[in-house]
């Protein structure tokens, strides 16, 4: 077995592993480290393709930013799990049934070599070939059209984002201070005048 | 033309002022000018630009057109029950009813899958906030959540049979796809897995069953302006991707495609027609007519191609042009007129608000008979033509106990579309209030009425236009 083969199955074993935790953990924040863990093993798959940049793309993006927020919301949030838990066993028999059957019919239906993905093989590229330029020059010669549309689809999430979320001013208790200072004390203080009673 | 109207609506959104009548005006501009840029960049080729993720063809310009008018529609009919509302009155209405369009025509003119799966997404995501635009209101956040979710799922179905296809033929652009598949040097096998994936995200999108779960409810749920949206234009928008990708991409695994559509067809009219009947909410029960309504469209793509023969593909497609362009016509009339009968603080949604509605308004309720006897498919106004065109379709293409299922569904249907008639003319009126409404709605209801019903007399100037307008475009 060639080294490159060895070190494609180590890391997509680590990442079916991970990936499987990350559905079948009890605790959120595992499961969170986890796909980052699953992250980081497709994104060293990348880099077997000589696909670098996408690879760290992935690590800054998803591992570095997405996964963070993630984690940071997950342990905000005091996500009950037993409520979550509830009725699983009830469920559990009818949905791995459906399961199964779905993989049994799916490996029935791919099994055997039909896909034949190993023996094409992938072109070795030239020394100094880039892909980042590589990725630039098709986002924005061939993919332009679709590269723009995402940027409006960007723009929908935004404007949904602020429509959605923005109520109006906030009505807070902070004062004026420039209107502080004019404060009178008629506005402030009021004497009565009330007659004296007797006690009983 | 697209890049135009991209920046017309950018500019749009920066003039979003106070005052909603200034945005309403410029939206209105705006879809006028899209309309008469794509109007006359209509040459009646089929051209491809944008490295060919663009197509421009004469059945790409007309749905265009018709989706502007139907947008246009939609936003006069909308206006005044927006306005009442001060939590919707709100600029993001019109700017991602805006958005929502342009997914729309992003989608009618895609060429590569990627473009589809696109506009798509920028129409959804548009649809998802619109509905949820309602924040106070529990149905509408409920229902902009299954919405939501359930069309995550959707796109995610649809994402997996593209990429199938792209491990099959090696490429995602759709004629190029058609080219590959023609010549034989695609896996079968990978081919049908992705091709079951993109009909079961088709149907998501489209309504059918056994992926309807979702109509009910964002119907029901959604702001009626926001329903009448999603009732009426995207159908259009959906009709060009079906035929898009399906006959234009992979008319060669038609065998594969047409058994699944013709079980989602005659299950969606089923469903649709007999859980129609027991609901008492208007909104409700048109989700399960629109359900019935997708399937009989989808009747006119099942039987374009028999057995290798594709002699009957124009008529049959056609056809189906024709009755989703119908549909599209009548139910913005139907929902147009549960908008018109709105005030504030009352939304006029069950059937039995119509009670009477003869005796508070004559010539609103014989509309509303026009919109219901069209979509029962009663002779002589439009939807019976268009009922008409399709089942001659399936008949001509063999299927003679589909056609005749079809027609029983029909029949099913007609009941409760007739019920609304008997409730607006023989029940006893819960109020006796006027109906007040402006001035520029009511005129448009009417010419809305008035369509349907000339249509039913002349239908052949729509059918000829999609027939050649087909015809220049496959």
């Known amino acids: ?200 | 033309m697209l890049a135009m109207a991209c920046l017309i609506l950018i500019v749009d959104l920066f003039v979003k002022d106070r005052k909603r009548t200034i945005t309403f005006v410029l939206t209105q501009v705006t879809l006028v000018g899209a309309a008469i840029i794509t109007f006359a960049l209509s040459t009646g080729q089929i051209l491809y630009t944008f490295s060919n993720m663009y197509v421009g063809d004469m059945m790409g310009d007309l749905l265009k057109l018709l989706l502007y008018l139907t947008v246009m529609v939609v936003l006069f009919y909308s206006r005044s029950y927006v306005f009442d509302r001060p939590e919707m009155a709100k600029g993001e209405f019109y700017t991602l009813t805006l958005f929502a369009t342009l997914g729309m025509m992003v989608m009618i003119s895609a060429n590569h899958f990627l473009t589809v799966y696109i506009g798509i997404e920028l129409l959804s995501l548009s649809l998802y906030a619109m509905v949820a635009l309602n924040r106070d209101s529990i149905a509408a956040t409920e229902a902009a959540m299954k919405y939501f979710v359930l069309g995550a799922l959707a796109s995610g179905l649809l994402l997996y049979g593209m990429s199938m296809i792209y491990g099959s033929t090696g490429t995602l652009e759709i004629s190029a796809v058609a080219e590959r598949l023609f010549n034989g040097q695609a896996n079968k096998t990978i081919l049908a897995f992705g091709v079951v994936f993109l009909v079961s995200g088709i149907a998501f999108k489209l309504g059918v069953v056994p992926f309807h779960m979702w109509i009910p409810d964002v119907y029901h749920g959604a702001p009626t302006a926001v329903t009448l949206f999603i009732a009426s234009a995207p159908k259009l928008a959906a009709f060009a991707i079906v035929i898009r990708m399906l006959v234009n991409g992979l008319i060669v695994a038609s065998q594969d495609w047409q058994s699944m559509l013709l079980i989602l067809s005659v299950l969606s009219m089923a469903v649709g027609n007999f859980a129609a009947i027991a609901q008492t909410n208007l909104k409700r029960m048109l989700a399960y007519s629109a359900i019935s309504h997708m399937g009989f469209m989808l009747l006119g793509m099942i039987t374009g191609v028999v057995g290798g023969d594709a002699r009957y593909a124009l008529n049959a497609y056609s056809s189906s042009m024709f009755y989703v362009i119908t549909y599209v016509l009548t139910s913005a009339g139907t929902f147009g007129m549960i908008l018109l009968l709105a005030r504030s603080g009352f939304e006029s949604e069950e059937i039995s608000d119509f009670a009477g509605l003869n005796k508070r308004s004559p010539w609103f309720a014989a509309v509303m008979m026009m919109m219901m006897f069209s979509m029962a498919g009663v002779p002589f106004f439009v939807g019976f033509f268009a009922k008409f065109s399709v089942l001659q379709a399936v008949v001509a293409a063999g299927y003679l106990w589909l056609a005749i299922a079809a027609v029983f569904f029909s029949l099913v249907g007609a009941y409760y579309y007739l019920r609304i008639v008997k409730v607006m003319y023989f029940d006893p009126p819960i109020s006796t209030s006027r109906i007040v409404a402006p001035l520029d709605m009511k005129i448009l209801m009417s010419a809305n009425g008035l369509a349907v019903a000339l249509l039913g007399i002349f239908p052949q100037t729509l059918m000829s236009l999609c027939a050649f307008s087909l015809l220049r475009s496959l």
């Open chain 1, 1 to 200: 077995m060639e080294f490159k083969t060895f070190v494609f199955y180590f890391l997509s074993a680590i990442l079916v592993y991970a990936s499987l935790r990350v559905v079948t953990l009890r605790n959120p924040v595992h499961a969170a480290l986890h796909l980052v863990l699953a992250f980081f093993s497709a994104s060293g798959v990348w880099i077997l393709l000589q696909a670098e940049f996408l690879a760290i793309a992935l690590v800054l993006v998803y591992v570095g930013a997405v996964m963070v927020l993630f984690l940071f919301v997950v342990m905000m949030l005091d996500i009950n799990i037993d409520r979550l838990r509830e009725g699983f066993w009830s469920y559990l028999p009818l949905g791995s049934i459906v399961a199964l059957l779905m993989v049994a019919e799916m490996s029935l239906v791919l099994g055997g070599s039909y896909f034949d993905l190993f023996e094409k093989d992938i072109s070795q590229a030239p020394a100094g070939y880039s892909n980042v330029q590589a990725v630039g020059r098709l986002l924005f010669t061939e993919y332009v059209y679709p590269f723009e549309l995402a940027s409006v689809v960007l723009l929908v999430g935004v404007v949904a984002a602020v429509a959605l979320t923005l109520r109006g001013k906030r009505k807070s208790k902070s004062v004026s201070p420039s209107q502080q200072v004019f404060v009178k004390v008629e506005d402030r203080v009021r004497v009565l005048k009330m007659t004296a009673e007797k006690r009983d």
